[in-house]
């Protein structure tokens, strides 16, 4: 039995819910004397995750059983790339069978009774043990289930009416599919060719059937790794035919080859049109669990409870053109809502960044940017992307830059205007995170950041405690430092570097400043790297952002967390008992610059004497 889609939660006194797992669907046959264990589209599963089929051993019922195979990650939480693992390698992880139906029992079909008749007999059949599990539900309380869910990182939750019988192989909306972040499944059509220095395809063109007629519903190039695109492109060989599937071929980016419709992609959206293209796919795995035929359009409109329909909803700001700068920037969903707490949206974020343009335009100028985007804000759904993509205006800045650990250049966004900073508010980067080097000087960075990093255990006065640690080491070698606040519950301290000297050199001076903190504070310190070896009580004096390509929150960022706080430049006099991270906001900080003017202006000045000071901490 398969799920229609609902928008969102709702309560209703004749409805359950349960959790929605990250997993694969399977069906367990406990009968005459066998055990099978399937996906929905039929694949064998029994030896994949023999740990299952080896456990449901144990039941003393003739069975037929639906649930989800579910593998946990170290954080306790459900991690479809782990499954993956198990199912590839058949490693040794933790694997739970979530049982949430029951089919057959004991020589009769139970798919005629009612939800809760079936889960009652299923309880009371069920034999469970560490890999076996009775899947439980609520009932009634929708809304509250749903944010609970959210709260723990879930996926989302599955709305099943109560007196629901089972109908096999119908996508009924007496079951409802209610997700917390966009996602669908789509088939992977075709493939364009890679630019620049990219290897193997561009992008994936994706479609769906809709009316039995196969449909285009746009591409998706981002959320590949190296790996996944070569054994991507593996895959997709065999499928390649000469035309396309689609009845109108569609335009593409770039030449395009194209496949049979089988293989199937999950993606992550923002967004689907009226024309049935989504909007920011990303990529996120690849579907072997379930059956082609299967990917199409549920045209139903989603199921509404009666209270919803009386909800009065939020009237949607049309899309814009503004003139910002020398350039006209289309300014989309400016109402949408990214920080729900504080009811900010996207476009007092876009406003905001505009009224510190001039503050903080000088410390993004000809800084790579890694972008970390939240097109549905804070609680949403959220990505990083270094690589620009086809889609970018041509008048917004790039730099190629050969990355190492990738093995590839990199198209990156350089953000030196205003209409630049727009357009990248726009796609939903509410923070900006900078290189701390510049083109063309990309390998000689022109400050050094000594970055405390407290544990969830550790209060701010502690923080406050280590930034003064480190100014009496920065003044005992004649060094002048600049903090500020890191947004969420740190303090940076930069040193001005002039761009003089190499990542390495400058990383190794951080090396140092850092043991010697570490000598002042050896109680509250640790210099660790390793999570899992350090202490959880101590503050981590972290000297490893000053490496090539590491990116942090510049200055006067809004960082994506309640209250909107932006990273703020301090006096020292400021750094003592009574600050908190949170005191300064795109709510103020705008004020502050007026009063105070830009703190940070000498950090891109000329640099200290690296040589000078050493000699200078040689005599501490």
Not at 229 to 243: H, M, R, S
Request: proline share 4%; hydrophobic share 35%.
């Amino acid at each position: 039995m398969l799920c229609k889609i609902s928008e969102k939660p709702f309560d209703d006194k004749d409805w359950a819910f349960e959790i929605k797992w990250d997993g694969y669907r399977a069906i367990a046959d406990i009968r005459n004397g066998e055990i099978r264990l399937y996906s929905r589209n039929g694949l064998d599963f029994s030896k994949s995750f023999k740990k299952v089929a080896d456990a449901l051993k144990i039941q003393s019922h003739e069975m037929v059983l639906d649930g989800e195979i579910v593998a946990y990650d170290d954080k306790g939480k459900p991690n479809f790339q782990w499954l993956q693992r198990i199912a590839e390698q058949n490693t040794d992880l933790v694997l739970i069978y979530q049982v949430f139906d029951l089919l057959w029992l004991n020589g009769h079909s139970t798919e005629n009774l009612s939800y809760l008749q079936r889960k009652e007999l299923l309880k009371d059949a069920l034999i469970e043990d560490d890999v076996i599990k009775y899947h439980d539900h609520v009932l009634q309380n929708g809304k509250d289930f749903f944010q609970a869910a959210e709260n723990m990182g879930l996926e989302g939750i599955i709305a099943k009416k109560a007196d629901s019988e089972y109908k096999e192989n119908i996508r009924s909306s007496e079951w409802l599919k209610i997700k917390i972040h966009k996602s669908d499944e789509a088939l992977i059509c075709g493939f364009t060719a890679p630019k620049g220095s990219r290897k193997h395809f561009g992008s994936l063109i994706l479609g769906k059937y809709l009316n039995g007629e196969l449909i285009f519903c746009g591409h998706t190039g981002t959320g590949f790794t190296e790996r996944s695109l070569k054994e991507i492109y593996q895959k997709l060989q065999p499928l390649v035919v000469k035309q396309s599937a689609f009845k109108i071929t569609p335009k593409t980016n770039s030449k395009a080859t194209w496949l049979k419709p089988e293989l199937i992609a999950e993606i992550k959206y923002t967004e689907l049109t009226k024309d049935h293209i989504y909007r920011h796919p990303v990529f996120f795995r690849l579907r072997e669990d379930i059956d082609n035929t299967d990917v199409k359009f549920d045209m139903d409109s989603p199921q509404k409870q009666p209270e919803m329909k009386a909800k009065a909803t939020t009237k949607k700001a049309p899309d814009k053109v503004k003139k910002i700068g020398k350039q006209q920037v289309a300014l989309t969903n400016q109402n949408k809502i990214y920080f729900p707490a504080d009811g900010i949206t996207k476009g007092d974020i876009i406003d905001y960044y505009q009224s510190v343009s001039r503050f903080i335009l000088p410390h993004l100028k000809n800084r790579p940017q890694s972008l970390n985007r939240f097109p549905n804000g804070i609680e949403g759904l959220s990505f990083y992307q270094k690589d620009a993509d086809e889609h970018t205006p041509d008048w917004v800045a790039l730099q190629k830059i050969f990355s190492e650990s990738n093995d590839k250049y990199i198209n990156y966004i350089i953000c030196n205007d205003k209409e630049t900073l727009a357009y990248l508010n726009n796609l939903g980067c509410i923070e900006l995170n900078v290189w701390t080097s510049r083109i063309p000087k990309a390998d000689f960075p022109d400050y050094l950041v000594l970055d405390l990093d407290p544990s969830e255990k550790n209060t701010f006065e502690e923080v406050i405690e280590t930034a003064l640690a480190v100014k009496e080491v920065l003044d005992k070698a004649g060094i002048t430092g600049y903090p500020k606040t890191s947004g969420s519950s740190g303090i940076h301290v930069y040193i001005p570097m002039g761009a003089k000297y190499t990542y390495d050199q400058v990383k190794d001076f951080g090396h140092v400043l850092m043991q010697l903190v570490h000598q002042e504070l050896p109680e509250l310190t640790t210099l660790e790297r390793s999570l899992q070896k350090r202490d959880k009580n101590k503050i981590y004096l972290d000297y490893l952002q000053n490496r090539r390509a590491q990116t942090l929150a510049s200055v006067y960022s809004v960082r994506p967390k309640p209250g909107a706080p932006v990273s703020a430049p301090l006096e020292w006099n400021e750094v003592k008992k009574g600050l908190h991270p949170t005191d300064f906001t795109i709510h103020n900080m705008a004020e502050r610059l007026q009063e105070k003017g830009d703190l940070f202006k000498s950090v891109l000045g000329k640099g200290i004497d690296l040589l000078k000071a050493i000699n200078g901490l040689g005599n501490v």
